[in-house]
């Protein structure tokens, strides 16, 4: 081939090949144009989804801030937040009469005690009451053993002066139980209360170095106190079933510990001797009143020196006065003459009369003052046994001296004991005999066993003929 034939075919060829790399190149610029146009439409849709995501965000916070502003507009009602009740704490009396009524209450209607306990004290703030009423309740049920600790333990003695002290205010063993030393039997019929004679001869002396010391002998001796009780059967109709819970637990308190604690003050203050296995003596025998100097200011204050001397005399360590509200509300009204001022009103506001403090009770003699060293003084009460029958036969008889009457009063022997036997013979009788299941009665039995003395004599001093 000739050489410019061979140069214009190659030529040719290499325009050809030119021509194709330019068409490739601008296929590439091309596609690279779409590519771009591609990449930002994507981006552009991107974005577009963003701006609906914060669209639907701000139609939500919409939606929430128009939730708000009607909630904020609507009434508001303002509530006390719940405040837990406090735990109560019933007196000792109100424990003792609501296990009595639910003995009762199971004797009259078979109501389970449980049940009883829990519509006199309920709810939440009760439960240690409804717990100290059960405990009581098995105290009284089984007394033999009252002396295990948990179960009846709690109600020794000492709890027992306490239902007084608490009770009734008005009586003397109710204030005294405070003052004077506990007793506390534990079951046992006697206790022995070492004592040291009135007359004291221990006083020390001032010694000089190498000097002997003084020797003394002291008195002492023991005083024994006994475990007696007192007791009393009162029938009751069935009919009481039909009387309120709480209205029973109130006659029950009312008829077993203000009758008792009266009675105790009149037996601890009379003045008769001990009878032996039957009562302690009161703390009257063996004292002879002195009788009361005048009604006048001058008188009043003579009477008072006496009782005071008469404290100073024993070294009292707890002397207290024991007389009667009306004396004391006559006291406050005396006034000096010409002045109208009263020396004993401001004192016994205090209570305190003639540098002593007093006990006023209902149960002293109207016309009597006594006064007394607590601190020598000796109480047991303890634990009581109460029970119920509703089928017993019973000898309706009273110890009130009218007939048909028991022989003897207050302190009932063997002597003066009835059964049911000598019903008929009963002097100024027959006596009445009444079967309780015939009359659909119950028998409420009631055994207080209680005892008291002084450590030394001359424990207490008296008035007598008092018209202050």
Same mark, same amino acid.
């Given at each position: 081939?000739?050489?410019?034939? =061979?140069?214009?075919?190659?030529?040719?060829?290499?325009?050809?090949?030119?021509?194709?790399?330019?068409?490739?190149?601008?296929?590439?610029?091309?596609?690279?144009?779409?590519?771009?146009?591609? /990449?930002?439409?994507?981006?552009?849709?991107?974005?577009?989804?963003?701006?609906?995501? !914060?669209?639907?965000?701000?139609?939500?916070?919409?939606?929430?801030?128009?939730?708000?502003?009607?909630?904020?507009?609507?009434?508001?009602?303002?509530?006390?937040?719940?405040?837990?009740?406090?735990?109560?704490?019933?007196?000792?009396?109100?424990?003792?009469? /609501?296990?009595?009524?639910?003995?009762?209450?199971?004797?009259?209607? &078979?109501?389970?005690?449980?049940?009883?306990?829990?519509?006199?004290?309920? +709810?939440?703030?009760?439960?240690?009451?409804?717990?100290?009423?059960?405990?009581?309740?098995?105290?009284?049920?089984?007394?033999?053993?009252?002396?295990?600790?948990?179960?009846? &333990?709690?109600?020794?003695?000492?709890?027992?002066?306490?239902?007084?002290?608490?009770?009734?205010?008005?009586? *003397?063993?109710?204030?005294?139980?405070?003052?004077? &030393?506990? =007793?506390?039997?534990?079951?046992?019929?006697?206790?022995?209360?070492?004592?040291?004679?009135?007359?004291?001869?221990?006083?020390?002396?001032?010694?000089?170095?190498?000097?002997?010391?003084?020797?003394?002998?002291?008195?002492?001796?023991?005083?024994?106190?006994?475990?007696?009780?007192?007791?009393?059967?009162?029938?009751?109709?069935?009919?009481?079933?039909?009387?309120?819970?709480?209205?029973?637990?109130?006659?029950?308190?009312?008829?077993? !510990?203000?009758?008792?604690?009266?009675?105790?003050?009149?037996?601890?203050?009379?003045?008769?001797?001990?009878?032996?296995?039957?009562?302690?003596?009161?703390? !009257?025998?063996?004292?002879?009143?002195?009788?009361?100097?005048?009604?006048? *200011?001058?008188?009043?204050?003579?009477?008072?020196?006496?009782?005071?001397?008469?404290?100073?005399?024993?070294?009292?360590?707890?002397?207290?006065?024991?007389?009667?509200? !009306?004396?004391?509300?006559?006291?406050?009204?005396?006034?000096?003459?010409?002045?109208?001022?009263?020396?004993?009103?401001?004192?016994?506001?205090?209570?305190?009369?003639?540098?002593?403090?007093?006990?006023?009770?209902?149960?002293?003699?109207?016309?009597?003052?006594?006064?007394?060293?607590?601190?020598?003084?000796?109480?047991? *009460?303890?634990?009581?046994?109460?029970?119920?029958?509703?089928?017993?036969?019973?000898?309706?008889?009273?110890?009130?001296?009218?007939?048909?009457?028991?022989?003897?009063?207050?302190?009932?022997?063997?002597?003066?004991?009835?059964?049911?036997?000598?019903?008929?013979?009963?002097?100024? +009788?027959?006596?009445?005999?009444?079967?309780?299941?015939?009359?659909?009665?119950?028998?409420?039995?009631?055994?207080?066993?209680?005892?008291?003395?002084?450590?030394?004599?001359?424990? =207490?001093?008296?008035?007598?003929?008092?018209?202050?």
């Amino acid at each position: 081939m000739a050489p410019n034939s =061979l140069y214009r075919n190659t030529a040719r060829a290499e325009s050809k090949e030119a021509r194709e790399v330019a068409r490739r190149a601008e296929a590439d610029r091309e596609n690279i144009k779409q590519r771009a146009k591609t /990449a930002a439409l994507l981006e552009t849709l991107e974005k577009g989804k963003e701006f609906d995501g !914060l669209a639907a965000e701000i139609r939500t916070t919409i939606s929430l801030l128009g939730e708000i502003k009607a909630f904020a507009s609507r009434p508001v009602e303002l509530k006390q937040p719940a405040v837990p009740k406090t735990a109560k704490y019933a007196k000792p009396n109100s424990i003792l009469a /609501a296990a009595v009524a639910a003995k009762l209450k199971q004797r009259l209607d &078979h109501t389970a005690p449980e049940d009883f306990i829990n519509s006199v004290y309920k +709810g939440p703030e009760n439960r240690l009451n409804r717990d100290r009423v059960s405990r009581a309740l098995k105290a009284m049920t089984d007394p033999a053993t009252t002396t295990r600790v948990g179960f009846g &333990h709690e109600l020794t003695s000492t709890a027992l002066g306490e239902w007084f002290s608490t009770k009734d205010a008005t009586t *003397i063993v109710s204030r005294l139980s405070k003052m004077a &030393h506990v =007793l506390d039997f534990q079951g046992a019929n006697a206790l022995v209360i070492p004592k040291r004679a009135a007359n004291r001869t221990l006083d020390a002396a001032f010694v000089e170095e190498g000097a002997t010391l003084p020797v003394k002998q002291d008195q002492y001796g023991s005083a024994p106190f006994f475990r007696n009780k007192m007791g009393v059967i009162s029938t009751l109709s069935n009919d009481i079933m039909r009387v309120s819970r709480p209205e029973i637990v109130t006659l029950v308190e009312e008829a077993i !510990l203000t009758d008792t604690a009266e009675a105790i003050d009149g037996f601890m203050f009379d003045a008769n001797a001990a009878v032996a296995g039957v009562r302690p003596a009161g703390l !009257l025998f063996g004292v002879t009143p002195v009788a009361s100097f005048g009604n006048s *200011i001058e008188n009043v204050l003579t009477d008072l020196k006496y009782l005071l001397g008469e404290m100073i005399a024993i070294r009292a360590r707890k002397p207290v006065i024991l007389i009667n509200p !009306l004396l004391v509300s006559s006291l406050s009204l005396k006034t000096t003459t010409g002045t109208g001022i009263s020396p004993f009103k401001d004192d016994l506001e205090r209570g305190m009369l003639g540098g002593l403090p007093y006990i006023a009770a209902d149960t002293m003699p109207v016309d009597e003052v006594y006064a007394l060293d607590a601190d020598s003084l000796f109480i047991g *009460i303890d634990v009581p046994e109460i029970d119920f029958s509703n089928s017993a036969s019973l000898v309706m008889l009273d110890d009130d001296g009218t007939d048909p009457t028991m022989r003897e009063t207050g302190a009932i022997t063997n002597y003066g004991s009835v059964q049911v036997s000598d019903a008929a013979s009963v002097a100024g +009788g027959p006596a009445q005999v009444q079967s309780l299941f015939q009359t659909w009665s119950t028998a409420m039995r009631y055994v207080q066993p209680v005892s008291w003395g002084g450590a030394r004599m001359g424990i =207490l001093s008296a008035l007598n003929g008092v018209n202050w």
